[in-house]
């Protein structure tokens, strides 16, 4: 039987989504505090690829109240967001789709 | 699957076809009237989508299109069907969907009666397609934000009593600095511009909107701050269902009528109609008719199941508009030279049809949206 593999952080895997799939070029610069709004990074239609992504690779649908520019403007807002409704999805039960 | 439309869709279809065609058209050179206006309300073509509560006919997304195709298919005043269908799901509907109790309870019955016409203002000199690039100012000022910024082709516009706008209130947040404001006209410091003069849709006016300081209350926001651009796309799935229903209707009507020319009309002894380049042209138009009204009535289903169907939405509006361009263009054509005569009605046809690539997403923007939820 294999060793479990650990997860990489929240917000490694959401950094690795924005760099490849967003970004789709070298990530130089880009930090946990970039203002991915601010800048024009996440557009309207990222966000939505964003958003599709989250509810695949952790299992948490954000719901549209969530979708506010103080947990999307950047890495480190986005990543806090994701583990607090990871969190609630926990406590309250499996996940849903 | 079952393709049959539910009775009551029907009996709807049915009733508005045949209230349409005692109708005139809008004359020439002048925009719809109060009147056909009203007509348009007591018809309730107004608020086909508005719940019953407030006067409208609380359709969801595949009878509300049904009703709008059977609007396109009987009236020929492309710019009434137009501006009708565009006060209903850009500014009705956002005030169903995301507006306060009190804006709601004073707007809805007036828009959907037509005793008022509702326009929506998004559009922006340096902001058309991108809407995250809109430079119109909301700040908050005591209980309420004053707005300032200018709009720009906004369908109804210079005859609006009331507009649903999007204005900026945090220039840091890019897209979700975005919020949506319901705003009346006499409100002061609001200038509805002159109409423009434009190639197609001729019978509806379209202008700027001038706002400088305008204060509106805080009430008259819809949802949250920051939820702008979700409120805007929101609406845009209506439209892009639902308006778009409307284009089947004129297409239809137009092909009903380029294969009634091709049976009459005769050249070297016989009907244009038996020659195979007309022939086959006016099949293939019908399967491109045929096909985008199934994606359209797809998108609907879809969006009635609560599904988000951005890509089915982005591929009908891409596929009506389209169809309905190449369509009344090979109209023209089909008609030879009495296609380029305005007394024969055909050449409004595709003037009426161009500007369907552009407004409510360009037929690019359809593509980008497509390809995006291909994972591209």
Redesign the interface.
Known sequence: MEDAVEDPPTAEILRTFIVDEVLDGPAAGLTMETPLLEWGLLTSLSTIRLLSFIAERFGVRVPEDEVVGRNLKDLNSIAGMVNRLRSETASDGPAHK | MDFAWPTDAQQTYDRILAELAGWADTPAGEFFSRTQWLRCGELGLLGLSVPVAVGGGGFGFSAAARAAEAFGLGCADFGLVFGALAHLFACAMPIVEYGTPSVAARTLPRLTSGAWIGANAVTEDAAGSD??AVETRAVRDGAGYRITGTKSFVTNGPLADVFVLYART????????LSGFVVERDTPGLVAGPAFDKLGLRSCPAGTLTLTDCWVPEQCRLG?E??G??IF?ASMRWERSCLFAAYLGQMSRVLDRCVRHARERRQFGRRIGSNQAVSHLLAELRVRLDAAGLLLYRSCWLLDQGRPA?AETAMAKLAVSEAAVDLSLAAVRIFGGRGVLVETGIEQELRNALPSTIFSGTSEMQL??IA?EMGL
């Not at chain 2, 945090?170 to 600095?177: I, Y």
């Open positions: 809407v995250s945090d220039p840091a947040l890019g897209h979700l600095g949250r920051g939820q651009a979700a796309q951005r980008e949206q995006k």
